[in-house]
């Protein structure tokens, strides 16, 4: 490694790791090199020159220096912490799923623009504690897209046809949903039905990929949230090949507060 052995990055903290007695692996999703985990030396010392800067979540200015097997991180400067949803344990709890999907998803000293900006919109979107879980659908939409993983939702997957607004088999095998025909051909055992809502919401999310939706503009499209939402989550999960870690932790908080 030449000269370049400090790196400056703005970063989101997505998780924190305990490590020997006072320091902690802290794993960030950096705007210029993507996933990235370093040590914070003495940072679960009194007086810690980090203070609160490592918290999960906080957007920061970070200075790292490259290790031999771990990097360290030497200075760290918040940007943004996100008080109002910091108040809130729901739109906590929503904040650390979304940190999870990205530490899933994300690549490791790869960068993504677009993930990183995601990530900070929806941040800031939680932070306004508005129409929440249509914001995190909206993410979780658009790490599939960023990820290559997105499946089709307008026409059939295998012959190309419209699909009729009614209720349609999913496969995740072939990569969207499936007309009628096609499912007894090419339906495998892995599909599950998915809405008409559902894909109200799906295909309304696909035509919006270019476009900027806006926390201030109205959305009369949020009112039927519960088919797209155990859509995505059944179909993050099988993407991810587990179940996600903070999902039990956000659904509990969500049933206490309904
Ligand atoms: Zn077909």
Known sequence: MTGNRVYKTKAIVLKQMPIGETNRIITFYTRSFGKVAAVARG???????????????????ASIARGRSLDNVNECVVIESYQNLRKNLTAIAE???????????GEDRSPNFSLFDMLL?????LDRLEHREFWILWFEFRLLHVSGFL???????ECGNGLDRTDHVFDPIAGGVLCP????NYGTDQSWNV????????????????????????????????????????????????????????????????
């Not at 900027?212 to 993050?236: C, E, G, H, I, Q």
């Open 151 to 157: 499946p089709e939702f307008v026409s059939c997957v």
């Open 121 to 125: 919109e929806t941040l800031s979107n």
């Open 43 to 61: 940072v679960r010392r009194p007086g810690s020159k980090f203070g609160g800067s490592l918290e999960i979540l906080n957007h920061v200015q």
């Open 195 to 258: 809405s008409v809502s559902a894909l109200t919401v799906l295909r309304f999310f696909q035509r919006s990929l270019n476009l900027n939706l806006r926390s201030d503009s109205s959305d009369p499209y949020v009112d039927d949230l519960v088919d797209v939402k155990a859509f995505l989550r059944t179909y993050m999960r099988y993407i991810a090949e587990r179940d996600l870690k903070s999902t039990g932790f956000l659904d509990l908080v969500r049933f206490k507060e309904s």
């Open 181 to 184: 025909d096609c499912v007894n």
């Open 95 to 105: 904040g650390i799923y979304i940190a999870e999907l990205v530490d899933t998803f």
